[in-house]
T-cell receptor
Framework: GAVVSQHPSRVICKSGTSVKIECRSLDFQATTMFWYRQFPKQSLMLMATSNEGSKATYEQGVEKDKFLINHASLTLSTLTVTSAHPEDSSFYIC?????????????FGSGTRLTVV | GESVGLHLPTLSVQEGDNSIINCAYSNSASDYFIWYKQESGKGPQFIIDIRSNMDKRQGQRVTVLLNKTVKHLSLQIAATQPGDSAVYFCAEKASARQLTFGSGTQLTVLP
């Protein structure tokens, strides 16, 4: 089945530094990938839609200069949290949509626990 | 940003009993629905999906029911096992829009 690899699974960083999270589709091509943020005991909130070869589309209220997204190939999207602050601590999850399955093939990564100290 | 005041509904069932998890969705134009299982510290795991031209779909030990009239979705788990303990999310999708997740239900299976 479709597999999405997300790395790292956990990261601790100091305030003011930047952190990069990678999302890879291992056995399928993903023109579109998605980045979510999840706070404890809450649902997944879509942050942005990452499109291969073009700019990401950000949801309302998400700062594009703070959460940089790059989708340089059909199998890799990265999310960089710039100048991280403690309030950015959260669980970040990516999802990739299998291009071959159109609108119905969503697979999620295992998530990244970011702690900013 | 973070929402205030949200909490997960909970459901506790005895091992071996059937579980029913409910979800009310918001968009009458949604035509695709998915149930996900999320264990602590992990990403969502696909369980079962259903398209709007169906009202019932069965998988292994799971059944999804869709009532478009009242915009309601349910997940039935037969013979619930300890490994079923997790948070369950429904997600809806309307054409040309992205997946939207519901608030989730914490299922606890009691021995």
């Amino acid at each position: 089945g479709a597999v999405v690899s997300q790395h790292p699974s956990r990261v601790i960083c100091k305030s003011g530094t930047s952190v990069k999270i990678e999302c890879r589709s291992l056995d399928f091509q993903a023109t579109t990938m998605f980045w979510y943020r999840q706070f404890p005991k809450q649902s997944l909130m879509l942050m942005a839609t990452s499109n291969e070869g073009s700019k990401a589309t950000y949801e309302q209220g998400v700062e594009k200069d703070k959460f940089l997204i790059n989708h340089a190939s059909l199998t890799l999207s990265t999310l960089t949290v710039t100048s991280a602050h403690p309030e950015d601590s959260s669980f970040y999850i990516c999802s990739a949509r299998d291009t071959a399955r159109g609108n119905y093939g969503y697979t999620f990564g295992s998530g990244t626990r970011l702690t900013v100290v | 940003g973070e929402s205030v005041g949200l909490h997960l509904p909970t459901l506790s069932v005895q091992e071996g009993d059937n579980s029913i998890i409910n979800c009310a969705y918001s968009n009458s134009a949604s035509d695709y629905f998915i149930w996900y299982k999320q264990e602590s510290g992990k990403g969502p795991q696909f369980i079962i999906d259903i398209r709007s031209n169906m009202d019932k779909r069965q998988g292994q030990r799971v059944t999804v029911l869709l009532n478009k009239t009242v915009k309601h979705l349910s997940l039935q788990i037969a013979a619930t096992q300890p490994g079923d303990s997790a948070v369950y999310f429904c997600a809806e999708k309307a054409s040309a829009r992205q997946l939207t997740f519901g608030s989730g239900t914490q299922l606890t299976v009691l021995p």
